[in-house]
Nanobody, 116 residues
Framework: QVQLVESGGGLAQAGGSLRLSCAAS????????MGWFRQAPGNQREWVAT???????SYADFVKGRFTISRDNAKNTVYLQMNSLKPEDTAVYYC??????????WGQGTLVTVSS
């Protein structure tokens, strides 16, 4: 069984930055494609960014140029650097495994609140 633990959420002002982390247990992290998703109150969960095992990245249009996804395989951790935050970025952010044996595994989420 693999577990994902997100951290780094909190309160930020508009225009500010936060860095989220998602730490994974297990020894196959380097072969795992990972994604970040978010869910704002009253909204459906939406995709934010993906990083493949080879470190290829992709982003939702609404975060392009502001957010950066990265990974450190030595630490079994994927990151989401969030810059130029907007109030509409307020949401619970989740990481998810996108391939392999544990496909579909979610973390518990970390709350990001951006004040105007």
């Amino acid at each position: 069984q693999v577990q994902l633990v997100e951290s780094g959420g909190g309160l930020a002002q508009a225009g500010g930055s936060l860095r989220l982390s998602c730490a994974a247990s297990g020894s196959t992290f380097s072969a795992t494609n990972m994604g970040w998703f978010r869910q704002a109150p009253g909204n459906q969960r939406e995709w934010v960014a993906t990083i493949l095992s080879g470190s290829t990245t992709s982003y939702a249009d609404f975060v392009k140029g502001r957010f950066t996804i990265s990974r450190d395989n030595a630490k079994n951790t994927v990151y989401l650097q969030m810059n130029s935050l907007k109030p509409e970025d307020t949401a619970v952010y989740y990481c998810k495994i996108l391939n392999g044996r544990y496909i579909g595994t979610w973390g518990q989420g970390t709350l990001v609140t951006v004040s105007s």
